[in-house]
């Protein structure tokens, strides 16, 4: 549940976007703050395209890649074209997309609209995992059809519970009547997605930048963050005393998020996963030492953005242990179709529970580090099995000194309850 819509220390709220609000926008309150009335719904798609590269606008998903070189790989195929929203949110830790679809549905469908114009789409597919978020959509559509605006076709569809569901080929697998699982590369989406269309798959957080930067401006998009990632990003805090979904400037300090918006720790930390269980994890002194939320300086520090969703933590249970459930996550949620990520991720669970149970069996780190370094890297047909081998990488580097005390004493006399989200467990052992 969203326990906290926003906080934001940029600029004028009604401009970003998660707008101080408590409600659900409507479309009369959408449409008062300059919401469909701009002049971009006259720009050639070309200059569309154009001016969301001048914004330097690059893709919320995790990847980062830029959005106006994707959106020209759509709409140079020929034939008809399918936009695909992705808002799967499949990630346990993070709710931006939620708070969005619940939030904002009229900034998330312009956003859409305005990417089918840019790519000469004629649909719209909107893939979603919440039900309230499913119900959010289609009342903003149905607002829209009374209003007398002609659409294209739109329709929502609402993903199978998995994690694997989110990748976007295996929403468009799903979408086309099969089973929600992620395929081998190419094709890729732009070349064969949707009904066999070239198809443009754009995160929600994404798409709903897109009517703020054509009627802003790419110069107002640039001045938010910084200059390798410019605008806002959606942070979902996890294990601070105000978690919830906030708004930030890219480029702010991962201590400044924490201990200001977040309103600091209800216990030490031990750790943290700074961008979602596929971004690795992060030491405490990395935050103190001034790590921000840009890609050069995760990256420098050993983990990524990822999905923004921040999880602390605390020192009063074993890290040990939320290393385990996070590689035991990993291995549970593969989809099973490569024989790497299948095996390789309960091979690497295991061998790190063996540790934090303190029964190790001989060269245990060893095959680990070279599970998680060498052997398995890219093996997969998806990102799966990669965001498994982070997890793996980072938990021995992070936890070091908790892998020293179990092997040595057989647990570190911390509780072993299991704090990360979707993952959290009573049982100690």
């Not at 998903?61 to 106006?68: E, I, L, Q």
């Not at 995992?129 to 607002?143: L, P, Q, T, V, Y």
């Not at 329709?155 to 569901?165: D, E, G, I, L, M």
């Not at 911390?414 to 959290?424: D, F, I, N, S």
């Amino acid at each position: 549940m969203v326990t906290q819509v926003m906080k934001t220390r940029t600029a004028e709220t009604s401009r970003l976007l998660l707008a101080r609000q408590d409600v659900r926008e409507s479309l009369e309150s959408y449409r008062a703050a300059g919401g469909y009335a701009h002049a971009s719904w006259n720009l050639a798609p070309s200059e569309l395209i154009a001016r969301i590269e001048a914004s330097g606008l690059l893709g919320r998903g995790g990847s980062f890649f830029p959005t106006a070189r994707k959106w020209r790989a759509v709409a140079m195929r020929p034939g008809r074209h399918v936009v695909l929203v992705n808002g799967a949110e499949s990630e346990p830790a993070s709710q931006k997309d939620l708070s969005l679809m619940l939030m904002r549905p009229h900034l998330v469908i312009e956003g859409a609209l305005l990417a089918a114009h840019a790519t000469e789409a004629d649909e719209i597919v909107i893939y979603l995992h919440d039900r309230r978020a499913k119900a959010s959509i289609e009342g903003a559509k149905r607002e829209l059809e009374a209003a007398g605006a002609q659409l294209p076709k739109l329709r929502t569809t609402v993903a199978p519970a998995r994690y694997v569901a989110g990748e976007q080929s295996a929403a468009i697998q799903w979408i086309n009547g099969r089973s929600a699982l992620p395929t081998m590369k190419p094709p890729r989406a732009h070349e064969r997605g949707i009904g066999g269309r070239s198809t443009l798959v754009q995160n929600v957080e994404t798409l709903a930048n897109v009517p703020l930067i054509l009627r802003e401006g790419a110069e107002w998009f640039r001045s938010l963050g910084s200059p390798d990632l410019p605008g806002t990003l959606l942070v979902t805090l996890n294990g601070v005393r105000r978690p919830g979904v906030y708004e930030v400037p890219s480029g702010i300090t991962l201590e400044e998020v924490l201990m200001e918006l977040g309103g600091g720790l209800t216990d030490g930390i031990q750790a943290v996963l700074p961008g979602g269980y596929f971004a690795g994890w992060l030491a405490p002194e990395e935050i103190w030492r001034g790590v921000r939320l840009d890609r050069e300086s995760m990256r420098a520090a050993g983990a990524g953005l990822g999905s923004g969703a921040i999880t602390v933590v605390p020192d009063n249970v074993c890290g040990l242990a939320q290393a385990v459930a996070l590689l035991r996550f990993f291995a549970n949620e593969s989809a099973r179709q490569c024989g790497p990520c299948t095996f390789g991720t309960v091979a690497m669970a295991d061998v790190l529970e063996r540790v934090e149970r303190g029964r190790p069996a001989p060269h245990d780190l060893e095959r680990l580090e070279h599970y998680a370094n060498q052997m398995l890297p890219r093996r997969g047909a998806c990102g799966h099995l990669d965001g498994a081998t982070v997890a793996a990488r980072t938990a021995l580097d992070v936890f070091q000194h908790e892998i020293s005390v179990h092997r040595r004493y057989g647990d570190c006399g911390r509780p072993a309850r299991v704090v990360l989200p979707g993952l959290e467990s009573d049982d100690d052992h």
